[in-house]
Each structure stands twice: as C-alpha cells, then as structure tokens.
C-alpha cells in the first residue's frame, strides 16, 4: 500500500516552538505517529541538524535523516509544522514552515525539489505561514503527492 506522502494528519497549524530541536521534534514526531518512520528517525534528524543547518531560507527549514538514517524510513513522507512566531535555526535564521521529510528508495530528492519549487517563491511561503487551514497548505505541495 502506498501512502499519501502528505496527508491532512501530517500537518500542524499555528504551532509554538522554544527552540529548533523542538520544532524537529514536533515534525519528526509526526512522521513517527503516521507510521512513515521508526523512533530512531528522530535522532538522526536533529544529528543531521548538528552536521549542518537544514534552514533553507525564506523562513524554511527542511529537517531530514542521516544518511545512516534511511533504513529507520518505512515509506517516503513529509510532514508540516507552521510555526507564525517563528524559532531561532542558528545565526539570527527565524524559521516559520518545517517540513520534515522521510524518503524511500532516493524519492527525497524528487520530494525535496518539489519543496524548493514552492518554497522558492516568497508569496508562497507567506501564504504557508498565513494558511487557516490544513488543506490550504496541502493544496500548495500538490505535485509532492
């Protein structure tokens, strides 16, 4: 059976996060809870993060496994935490949109282009940051599922 790879229950509205290991915590849990990865995902998330930033710009963070990490991924998936007041990514970056990313067999990289493509545009991200509802942020990534 084949998962939406983002679904209604992999987002978050209007969340609060004290600090960037608990914004990666809040979307690597999501894709826990969902069945998309094992516990262990989580760790190698915030090891990645200490590796190198997954801040991407435009108020974007994309948080992902290790390398070591991808036999922890059951089946490619994102999850979606909006966070309006921001957290701190390191270096004064304020990131507003996480979206943790878990992908099968290499899709990660077709995933994580589609990510960029919406991601790149600033109206697009605004419109992340400002959406009221779930749906309305999943409509945006349409071409990720």
């Not at 290991?21 to 979307?27: H, L, N, Q």
């Not at 994309?62 to 979606?80: Q, R, Y």
């Not at 935490?81 to 990289?109: P, S």
Request: glycine share 6%; with cysteine; charged share 25%.
């Amino acid at each position: 059976m084949n998962k939406e790879i983002l679904a209604t229950e992999n987002v978050v509205l209007n969340e609060k996060a004290s600090s960037k290991e608990e914004a990666i915590r809040m979307a690597g849990q999501i894709l826990v809870d969902n069945g998309y990865v094992e516990a262990s995902y989580v760790d190698q998330m915030l090891e990645r993060e200490k590796l190198t930033t997954t801040y991407m710009g435009n108020s974007v963070a994309i948080p992902h496994g290790t390398e070591d990490a991808k036999k922890a991924v059951k089946s490619s998936g994102l999850s979606i935490v909006q966070l309006r007041e921001g957290v701190d990514f390191g270096d004064g970056n304020i990131a507003k949109i996480i979206v943790g990313i878990a992908g099968k067999d290499n899709e990660h990289l077709e995933i994580l282009s589609q990510i960029a493509i919406v991601c790149s545009e600033e109206e697009n991200v605004e419109q992340l940051i400002q959406a009221d509802s779930k749906e309305t942020l999943i409509s945006m990534f349409d071409e990720v599922n």
